[in-house]
């Protein structure tokens, strides 16, 4: 059973830094890309960086200077790194595991961004 549990999130005022982590288990981590999605109240959850099982980052324009995505395979740990917070950076932020079987989900961490 594949299981992600996330954490590292909280109340940070504009211009802050939060560190994510996601630990993953029951999976080979390292075979697999990992992404950091957000949902904000009313809208759709989105992409905000993927991290390929070589370490190849990719971002969402938004988020392009400011987010880092990382991974320790050793440690089956991924994180996301977020500094110059904005309060539009508001939301849920879930990790996922990204396999050719299908995605896994983390429960969510509230990463909320004061003015």
């Known amino acids: 059973q594949v299981q992600l549990v996330e954490s590292g999130g909280g109340l940070v005022q504009a211009g802050g830094s939060l560190r994510l982590s996601c630990v993953v288990s029951g999976s080979i981590f390292s075979a697999h890309r990992m992404g950091w999605y957000r949902q904000a109240p009313g809208k759709k959850r989105e992409l905000v960086a993927v991290?390929?099982?070589?370490?190849?980052?990719n971002y969402e324009d938004s988020v392009k200077g400011r987010f880092t995505i990382s991974r320790e395979n050793a440690k089956k740990t991924g994180y996301l790194q977020m500094n110059s917070l904005k309060p539009e950076d508001t939301a849920v932020y879930y990790c996922a595991l990204l396999t050719a079987g299908g995605t896994y989900w983390g429960q969510g961490t509230q990463v909320t961004v004061s003015s």
């Open positions: 991290i390929t099982s070589g370490s190849l980052p």
